[in-house]
């Protein structure tokens, strides 16, 4: 692994090296804290964040490394209409390593064909979000032990919620993991997603807009903020935006051991009377990040892979008005086939294309 911009760049093996890395780093700090002397990171955050850049920049000086940052398109040369691949360009020569969100899909991909140095996605439109991902991985390896034999819940925003379509890439890469997709009809999973994922390997899954319905079957329910800041449509955001709330009563029908996740923020979807239940793990999230953020900066800092190059086609243009292909000058659009059904899916954002 060179860049960190979808799960699927990441092999198995090299998951649960991140994951035993970051286990081992939470039990001896000590014995990381020089390991990136003389090294920085760049994180360059084109939306809002507290969680994600303060863990980047955290995991960074945790390893005795310097952070520089951006923190807003406001004050960057992103406003004064500086491409993408230009910023990161510049970002580039300064750091050896660079953490970018961005509100276009695709973004992180196309920053990383622009410079040799390293990069994290962390967060490109309501596309993934691998590093939560990450997260929510070493979070599940502790409370639970294991990946496989798991019945998952996602609850609220499946649409553009870009963590859980992370998490779906990740788990269902283990055995007889079912999905629980729990959403209000107008925010159901992606197609892309529920094609290319969890049909294309066969996984078992429903969907429905119950919450307490299916509840009493989970070992995981994983509740999601209605993603405001995506939707075109106010109003049906104003309808949808309460539209499932988890609290300590409802939580009394669920298993004795069913674990609340939750990537954070969140606005009415956990009542804040569920923060003392044990099965709450939100928080653990969150310090999680910090350490599996550590155990990636060491692996891409120091690893030396190189990326096998892919094969694209390039006769088409992407219509998603949310790609980064959408605003970015001078890019060339590419497209990968899916050989099952002879459909393509841009590289950047992944929408499907006749
Ligand atoms: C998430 C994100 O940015 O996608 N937050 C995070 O990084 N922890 C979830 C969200 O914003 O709802």
Do not use: W
Request: charged residues 30%; glycine residues 6%; negative net charge.
């Amino acid at each position: 692994m060179k860049n960190l911009i979808d799960v699927i760049d990441l092999s198995v093996k090299e998951l649960d090296d991140l994951i035993s890395t970051a286990e081992d780093i939470k039990k001896n700090p000590k014995k990381y804290s020089k390991k990136c002397k003389g090294k920085q990171l760049a994180t360059m955050f084109f939306e809002p964040s507290t969680r994600t850049r303060l863990s980047f920049e955290s995991a960074m000086l945790s390893l005795g490394g310097g952070v520089i940052s951006v923190t807003d398109s406001v004050s960057s040369s992103v406003s004064k209409g500086e491409s993408v691949a230009d910023t990161i360009k510049v970002a580039a020569s300064f750091v050896d390593i660079i953490a970018m969100r961005h509100p276009k899909e695709g973004a992180a991909l196309l920053a990383s064909e622009s410079v040799k140095v390293p990069i994290i996605n962390a967060g490109d439109g309501g596309h993934c979000h691998p590093t939560q991902t990450l997260a929510d991985m070493l979070t599940i390896h502790e409370e639970k032990g294991r990946f496989d034999n798991l019945i998952v819940g996602l609850c609220g925003d499946l649409k553009y919620g870009r963590t859980v379509h992370s998490l779906i890439n990740a788990l269902s890469r283990y055995e007889n993991v079912k999905f629980v997709l729990i959403s209000p009809e107008e925010l159901k999973l992606p197609e892309y997603v529920k094609n290319e994922v969890i049909n294309a390997k066969n996984l078992e899954y429903v969907e429905t807009t119950s919450l307490e319905e299916v509840l009493p079957d989970l070992d995981i329910i994983y509740m999601t903020r209605i993603q405001q800041e995506r939707f075109d449509n106010k109003e049906e955001y104003e309808r949808l935006k309460d539209s499932f709330e988890l609290n300590a009563k409802k939580m009394l029908l669920a298993k004795e051991d069913c674990i609340v996740m939750h990537p954070l923020p969140r606005v009415n979807e956990i009542n804040t009377d569920l923060d003392d239940d044990p099965r709450a793990c939100y928080f653990k999230q969150v310090e999680n990040g910090k350490f599996i953020r550590m155990a990636l900066i060491l692996g891409l800092v120091f690893g030396h892979t190189k990326e096998e190059p892919k094969e694209y086609i390039m006769d088409r243009k992407c219509n998603n008005p949310r790609c980064i292909t959408s605003v970015e000058r001078g890019i060339k659009h590419k497209f990968i086939k899916n050989e099952l059904d002879g459909t393509f899916r841009c590289a950047y954002c992944e929408a499907k294309q006749d």
